[in-house]
């Protein structure tokens, strides 16, 4: 589970005192108010659980009233790919000396939680990594030993941070990975973790991630999120099937994480981009295909649909019949292409043969070139 930056820097004070918590709000009056009190400048950002908010225009200064009022209006109901923001988080400007970067994810390659730190914060760690890999510190982290202090020291040395800042931010991170033990976190990223022009060192910005099987010992966690079901991710979750939101704007629907990996693949390959990951899971019910069509087509960003079916205990015929349910009660909104083969294939297609609004075939990457040659078209 995901959280909004303004739910993770709550819970990040709770073990650090330099967090910029600001006001949290989804009223302009509100953020004007707020930000007279605190003092110009001040920063207003979206809050929604997606990347890219900055170049969307979802980060902004306002130097006055009058420009509060207007930043905190336009991103308010604002679409940053595909999410409405309804929250905005005011903040009191930081003068910032330097920005660093500091993340603690669990790596799957290397089976372990991994340590990056980087001098350069405030943009794109990939980019970074990849213009100049000598800034970037990633260190595996043993489960079975505590942090080194002394390897740490060395490796942040060598990373390019002062060495006036190397206790301080030492301090950061073997609290953080105590918190990301304690609390299950799967990812607990600060971008940036600034020093300011006062050389004090402030959580600016975090992402934060908790293991979704951890439910049962974090409830507190998951309370925080227990109000907000507006995600496509908690309506796919409440609809019995799997979801995951992307950028791109081919939508898939698939049986099976393998089968969905593998139609995405095919997207890309012919020259998509898939607009998400959604496995209706073994044996879906037409209601669930119905939900899950409903739930893609609804995303503002797809341009077309690819559903890949390969029954086995998901049977055909009640895929069919939660496509067509959608279908009749009111015209696609985008080109719908449809492979669907295995258990009661044929029935299924025999339901869908009068749908003239739908194209099938039996080919994946001939279905997968359709999407995106229908994406294009529409």
Known sequence: MDFKEYQGKKVLSERF?????GLVTSNVHDAISYASEVGFPVVIKAQVLIGGRGKAGGVKLAFNKEEAESISSAILGMDIKGHKVE???VAKAVDIKEEWYMSITF???N?????????EGGVDIEQVAHDSPEKVLKMPIN???????????????ESGLNKSYVDEVVKIIISSYGMVVDKDLTLLEVNPLVLT???EVVILDCKMSVDDTAEFRQSSLFEMNSGDDSSREKIAKKQGFSYVHLEGDVGIIGNGAGLVMATMDAVKNAGGEPANFLDIGGGAKAEVVNNALKLVEGN???KSIFINVFGGITRGDEVA???????????PRVPIVIRLTGTRAEEGLEILKNETDLSVTDVMDEAAELAVRLRDES
């Open 300 to 302: 503002p960003k797809v």
């Open 321 to 331: 019949r939660g496509i067509a349910d959608v279908v009749n009660e009111s015209s």
């Open 17 to 21: 005192e330099n967090v910029a918590l």
């Open 87 to 89: 929250e905005i988080l």
């Open 107 to 109: 790596d799957r390659a």
């Open 143 to 157: 489960p079975l030993k505590a942090l080194e202090i002394s390897e740490l020291e060395k490796k942040l040395l």
């Open 197 to 199: 022009e006062d050389e």
């Open 111 to 119: 089976r372990s939680m991994t340590l990056i730190f980087s001098v």
